[in-house]
């Protein structure tokens, strides 16, 4: 009886034993696929600042204004050609008016005694040449115009808005901060698209398949979830020889935030190995 207990209990251990060793246990961390790296396209001073570290933002919010004194000289500078183009052009459209009506004037009087042909060809080539300046200086206008409305169009990037739904993780700006442009002042989290990042060891890279489903916990919120392999990168750590692996999940607890720590359990299929 005794010999059948222990021979029992050996079995069972082997059974316990042959369990764990289909499970590979890993550690992760919650993350964002989708963060956004906010800054300025203009090179100018923090105006007004709206939002603040951990604050939720919806698509279009206001995030920052901020006062560019490049932008101003710009769009000066167009406002004045467009302003000179337009007293230019209101200048020939009178002097061709007016001589179109000396025009009129001599030819009431061209039976009188008087010989006005050389003063009416004189007018004739003043006229087409201010007529052809009055076309140039239209075409000026019509472009100057245009660069206006894209300098008025442009005038909406000193108010940045968020690009999407999410929370502000990171904020590097306050007012009367100098901005630079391609520098990122706020970072972006959208908590719609949030994944698991870990990492296995290069000996267990063959247990593991993309698509492959796994099991995750996150202690600190006692959650327990479904998720699958999304992809796993092809370049090892050199120094600790470990790949990354991303794994998708839903979302349906509101409690899960990027930076979250997880234990992962990978369920695999040892005759698969040989």
């Known amino acids: 009886m005794k010999k ?4 029992a209990l050996l079995l069972c251990s082997l059974s316990v034993s ?25 090179m100018g001073y923090v105006k007004e600042v709206y939002v603040n570290i951990g604050d939720k933002v ?5 995030l920052f204004k901020m006062e560019s004194a490049e932008f101003d000289i710009i769009k000066e500078q167009v406002n004045l050609g467009l302003e000179q183009a337009e007293i230019l052009t209101d200048v020939y459209r009178s ?20 010989n006005f042909q050389d003063m009416s060809e004189n ?26 409305k894209e300098v008025s169009l442009i005038s909406h990037y000193l108010e940045v808005k968020a690009p999407s739904d999410g929370i502000i993780v990171q904020k590097n700006l306050h007012v009367g901060d100098m901005v630079m442009p391609g520098f990122p002042v706020m970072i972006l989290v959208n908590l719609n698209h949030l994944e698991i990042e870990a990492q296995i060891s290069e000996s267990d890279l063959l247990k593991v398949n993309e698509g492959d489903f796994v099991k995750f916990q ?23 020889h470990t790949f990354t692996i991303r794994i998708s999940f839903h979302r349906d607890n509101k409690k ?7 234990k992962i359990q990978i369920e695999y299929n040892p005759s698969s190995l040989e």
Do not use: C, W
């Not at 499970?23 to 964002?32: M, N, Q």
């Not at 919806?58 to 206001?62: A, F, V």
């Not at 899960?256 to 997880?262: A, E, R, S």
């Open 123 to 148: 007018l004739s080539i003043t006229a087409e040449h201010t007529e052809a300046m009055l076309k140039a200086m239209k075409a000026i206008v019509k472009s100057a115009a245009q660069k206006a």
């Open 58 to 62: 919806r698509r279009e919010d206001d």
């Open 4 to 7: 059948i207990t222990m021979f």
């Open 218 to 240: 996150i202690p600190s919120i006692r959650y327990k979830g479904r998720g699958r392999i999304k992809s796993i990168v092809p370049s090892a750590n050199p120094m600790t």
């Open 95 to 114: 002097k061709l008016d007016e001589i179109r009506r000396n025009q009129a004037l001599l030819n009431r009087h061209s039976n009188s005694a008087m």
């Open 256 to 262: 899960i935030y990027p930076g979250m720590y997880t």
């Open 18 to 42: 042959g369990l764990y060793a289909n499970i590979i246990t890993i550690t992760g961390t919650v993350v964002s696929d989708d963060k956004k790296y906010i800054g300025a396209r203009y």
